[in-house]
């Protein structure tokens, strides 16, 4: 055949969307996916981690990251975005730490953070005051507590489940989830998040968010949210929540 090879815009043309995430991470791919529009491909690489979910396992993924970034679509001009897609991962090695290594590494990218994400979700929602229900134990929640203090919001509740790691994460119930983040919430809360990726916050969000009259922003759900934000991607999506309805 001698015709001229044609090109189109390729199969995502609206967006490409990278994420790293946690190496035992077994919920991101499927509920990112689900929230995706039409049009946004996702792609996603790995960062090491220790089975459990402790402090130390969480601040040694740093050693990991640079590894990671080198083999997430290194050879790609079309990637738009890269996040680090670990809640906790982000405010024990540093959120600006992780979001300036991805800057330097690919300065050609919008570099962000799940934390980013939940950051900008607040923000949107006009939320300062923020009940936060984890899958954590004391220290991580500590931690976090501080991150958000430090960011100026007030955390008027925080409670974490002390789940060992991701398999036990995945594996507690959307129904047991919706009532344990609604035992967290305090009427003065403007907001609840439930923080951690590998809970299945996204199936309760529009339930809980109905049954507490307030915003509720999961860890999946708004970092693909930011993400889709950073591409230049405005849909406004049913289904997942306040955020993603009017913002």
Not at 147 to 160: I, K, T
Not at 191 to 209: D, H, M, N, Q, Y
């Amino acid at each position: 055949m001698n015709a001229a090879i044609r090109y189109d815009d390729g199969p995502y043309p609206r967006a490409r969307i990278a994420f790293l995430c946690v190496s035992n991470a077994g919920l991101t791919e499927g509920e990112m996916h689900a929230m995706a529009p039409a049009g946004v491909g996702l792609s996603f690489g790995r960062v090491p981690m220790g089975t459990a979910c402790t402090r130390e396992n969480l601040a040694g993924m740093e050693g990991g990251l640079r590894d990671a970034l080198d083999s997430l679509l290194p050879g790609r001009r079309d990637v738009d975005v890269i996040c680090y897609n670990c809640t906790a991962g982000s405010f024990v090695i540093g959120n600006d730490a992780v979001r300036g290594l991805i800057a330097r590494t690919r300065p050609d990218v919008a570099a962000t953070t799940l934390l980013d994400g939940v950051t900008a979700a607040l923000a949107a929602l006009g939320a300062r005051r923020v009940a936060i229900a984890t899958a954590y134990d004391a220290e991580v929640n500590e931690l976090e507590r501080r991150y958000f203090e430090s960011a100026g919001h007030d955390v008027v509740a925080l409670q974490g489940l002390a789940l060992p790691d991701d398999e036990t994460m995945n594996r507690v119930s959307p129904r047991f989830l919706a009532e344990y983040a609604a035992a967290v919430d305090r009427p003065e809360a403007d907001a609840v998040f439930i923080s951690c990726g590998a809970l299945r916050s996204t199936a309760i969000i529009e339930e809980l968010e109905a049954r507490l009259g307030k915003p509720v922003i999961g860890s999946n759900q708004a970092s693909l949210w930011h993400c889709l934000r950073l591409a230049g991607v405005q849909d406004r999506i049913a289904g997942y929540g306040t955020l993603f309805r009017q913002h």
